[in-house]
């Protein structure tokens, strides 16, 4: 890689670190146009690989934070709604080598693009969590989950994006929890998908380069590093924003993304 590209890789890993302090999203739904557009001849395969184990790290980084807050959670509800996770995440996995690229990153255009528009106009959260059925939503919480891991396993997307706005609709769960939920269940069904990721040998090596497997660890290393030696500063960025703003900020972020990625297909 050249000193360009290692650059642009920890700009990346900054961007990622404010964008998860400012909007609650991961680096995944950063860093799949950017690891397309630096390197368009790795399958799309690897970009997704290399963008889950990024999320894994900023995710770990996350949940320290997180436990130095003490917010609450029930252990019990996220490890079954991570076994939904788990689950989609392979069968997105598993999917995605049998998909061309072009519908797999129109998997990824037209998933934004319902997330930019829920953003802008179909928002909508209740705070009412007294009226609820723990084994209903246990079961809800699965397949919801189960259906955000899908996603993020075969486009390579981040939970902050694909899982937060599914687990806000869930009764159970708080505000101030969706954040701590969705980066337990991204690193426990990242995790998963991980092993098929390093177990699988691809038609594509990027030359001098740490690589095993679809995993490229020099990339992931240097956005983790750079997003760790941010975190401490960005975190402070936390409710800079209204919650109004944010959600319209965060609309505008996902829909370029998308525009950006239709039209490198174009």
């Not at 996995?93 to 829920?118: C, H, P, Q």
């Not at 396993?153 to 954040?179: E, F, N, R, W, Y």
Request: charged residues 10%; hydrophobic residues 50%.
């Amino acid at each position: 890689m050249s000193l360009l590209i290692i650059c642009i890789l920890i700009i990346c890993g900054v961007l990622a670190n404010i964008m998860s302090a400012l909007f609650g999203i991961g680096g995944g739904v950063l860093m799949v146009p950017v690891l397309r557009t630096l390197f368009p001849d790795l399958p799309f395969q690897m970009v997704s690989a290399t963008s889950l184990t990024i999320v894994i790290g900023t995710s770990l980084i996350n949940l320290s934070y997180f436990y130095k807050r003490k917010i609450s959670i029930s252990y019990k509800s996220m490890f079954l709604w991570s076994i939904g996770m788990l689950i989609g995440v392979q069968i997105g996995f598993e999917s995605s080598f049998y998909l061309s690229n072009t519908i797999i990153i129109s998997v990824f255009i037209i998933t934004l693009l319902i997330l930019a528009a829920r953003s802008f106009f179909f928002y909508k959260r209740t705070d009412d969590t007294s009226d609820y059925s723990v084994t209903k939503e246990n079961y809800k919480g699965i397949i919801l989950c189960g259906l955000g891991g899908g996603v993020a396993g075969m486009t390579g997307i981040g939970g902050g994006s694909v899982l937060a706005p599914l687990v806000g609709q869930l009764h159970s769960v708080k505000p101030t929890q969706i954040a701590v939920y969705t980066n337990y269940m991204m690193v426990i069904g990242g995790l998963g998908s991980l092993y098929g990721y390093l177990t699988r040998v691809p038609s594509t090596y990027l030359e001098n380069s740490w690589q095993i497997g679809y995993v490229n660890f020099s990339i992931a290393g240097i956005v983790i590093a750079s997003s760790f030696v941010t975190s401490f500063a960005s975190m402070r960025l936390k409710g800079a924003l209204t919650p109004e703003l944010t959600r319209k900020c965060l609309g505008g972020i996902l829909l370029v993304i998308a525009l950006y990625m239709l039209i490198l297909q174009l």
